[in-house]
């Protein structure tokens, strides 16, 4: 068997597996350790390398006691004007460790907003930094940012 250790926020979980595990077997034994961590929104990495769900373990060489970084997705809603003038809740998945900025080229790339000159706000008078993490900011799945 293979023994890895699954790291959450800096705490280390301990996760046996068949020698051929493959990424998806990885985070279908996550998903039932903690019974809350989707599948679909774990995201692995090792040695700086995104795990690819079909990939096997021992292809990354990953081999007894080694540590896997475990980030969990969530959707967070950005509250807007339209290009018509309209209100308009943009939805983009982040993790944890992304940053202000992060949330706003994925707003760029998957909605087409112009980035230029946007500011975010989570109340009135509070701007987020671009360089912070969303984790220092305490943005999660229920969060209202608002563009500005």
């Known amino acids: 068997t293979l023994k890895v250790k699954v790291v959450i926020d800096g ?3 301990p996760i ?3 020698n051929d595990a493959t990424v998806q077997d990885l985070k279908e034994a996550v998903h039932r350790m903690f019974n809350f961590y989707a599948v679909e929104n ?22 007894d006691d080694s540590e896997i970084i475990l980030q ?8 807007g004007k339209n290009p ?15 940053t202000v900025q992060d949330l706003k080229l994925k707003l760029h790339m998957y909605h087409g907003l112009d980035i ?3 500011n975010l706000q989570m109340r009135p008078e509070y701007y987020l930094q671009d360089r912070t993490f969303l984790w220092a900011n305490e943005i999660s799945s229920s969060t209202d940012i608002y563009i500005v």
């Open 16 to 18: 046996e597996l068949p």
């Open 84 to 98: 018509d003038g309209q209100y308009h809740r943009y939805e983009v998945r982040a993790h944890r460790s992304n």
């Open 42 to 63: 774990q995201e692995l990495l090792f040695n700086g390398l995104l795990l690819l769900n079909y990939i096997k373990l021992e292809t990354y060489e990953v081999v």
């Open 11 to 13: 705490t280390r979980f």
């Open 72 to 79: 969990i997705f969530f959707t967070v809603g950005i509250i």
């Open 116 to 118: 230029t000159n946007m």
